[in-house]
């Protein structure tokens, strides 16, 4: 199966979504899958929600091409240096859509009770309007969308093997994203978000 670079334009209110379903061939998704999922360095990190501080319903690993570290609900990541993996991954997303970034923050979901609750990638070290790439590998899993003012305003895509979903413009402002659990999935999961900190 050859890799297919033509995005979908995801129409939204204050959004700005492209979604490029086949944007890795089969081949070479499944590739990158096993290599990352034995390579990268996983940590199962506690977060702050709420007041409470609580292990994350999935586990984390933080690269870049720089040294800054990133924040978010009270945790201070420091980014180790990336391999060649991930920069031959970043160069290809950067090739086709035009965008650079510093940082990939990888989730690995081992199974439907792995998750991330609802939030916005709009931590002050982001900048305003941040251009978040997020890669998926492996399982399935349905990625919903919420807008923030307008609450009856709200978006599903089930995320393929493979695919690229970038999120830009004004989308982090007005939509809060999650991962929710899935009795129906078994498999896991590898979420590669890249951004830029400045």
Known sequence: ?????TPTYITLPDANLEYYPNFLSNELANAHFETLLNLLQWEQYSIKIFGKTIPQPRLTALYALNSE???YSGLKLNPLKFTKELGEIYSEIS???GYTFTHCLANLYRNGNDSMGWHADNEKELGKNPIIAS???GEVRNFQLRHKIKSELRHSIALEHGSLLIMKGATQ???KHQLPKTKKSFEPRINLTFRTIY
């Open 173 to 175: 402002e007005f939509w």
């Open 95 to 97: 090739n086709i859509t």
């Open 135 to 137: 890669l998926s590998l």
């Open 69 to 71: 570290p990133y924040s």
């Open 1 to 5: 199966m050859k890799q297919d670079c």
